[in-house]
C-alpha cells in the first residue's frame, strides 16, 4: 500500500474468515474482536467501523477461482444488506485479478475429476499457492499425492514422497498405486516445467514396470 498510503487492507483467508467480516459488516458489533483477530493481516491503525464502510475486493492471483468468487459473493450480499441495493455501488467493488494459467489449470482439474481416476498426482512447488488449491481441489474427490518434482516418485521402492493436504511436513507412502488396472491423473503447478511433467508420468509407469516409450511406440 505504499504507493496508496491512505489505503486500508484487510487479508481473509478464506470463507470461514470472510464470513466473520460479513457479520460485522451487518451488525456492526465486535470491531474490537475483529481487530484482534486480523491483527497481523490488516494495514496499522484499522477500524473496522470505518474502513469496512467501503470495500474492494482483489484475489491472489493463485488463489482457487471458486472460493474468490463465493467470498466476493458473500461480501457482496453482505455490504447490500447493510446498505441496500441501490447504494451498493458506492461500497462494493470486485476486482477480478486471478490468473488465467491457474484459472486454466482450475479448470482442467474440474474435467479430471468429472472422469472415473483412481489417484490424482499433482505436481509442482510445496509453497506454491495454486498447486496447494489443485491439491486440495483434487483431494476432495479421490485419493491424491502432491509431489514437489518427479524425483519424489521411486520406481524401484514403490513409494512416493508426498506433502499430504493440509500438512506442513513431507510424507512417504508405500504401494500408492492401487492394485490391477487403475486410472492415474496427472496435473501440475501453472509454472511447474513440462518436462518436469512428463518425467513423473515416466515414473508412474515404471512404478509399475512398464516403460513409456514403448507404450509410445
Known sequence: MT???GGRYLVVRDMAEARLVCDF???EAGGAELRERFRAASSPGFDPARDLARVGIANQTTMLSMESLAIAAELRRAMGARYGQAALAAHFRSFDTIC???QDRQDAVVKLLSDSVDVVV????YNSSNT???AALCAERVTTYHVQDAACIDPAAGTIRHKPVGSQEEAVAHNWLPPGKAVIGVTAG???PNNEVGEAVERVFATRGVSLAAVLA
Open 122 to 125: 499433482v505436481i509442482g512447488g
Open 3 to 5: 504507493q496508496y498510503p
Open 190 to 192: 501453472a509454472s511447474t
Open 132 to 134: 496447494n488449491h489443485l
Open 25 to 27: 459488516i451487518e451488525q
Open 100 to 102: 488465467s494459467a491457474t
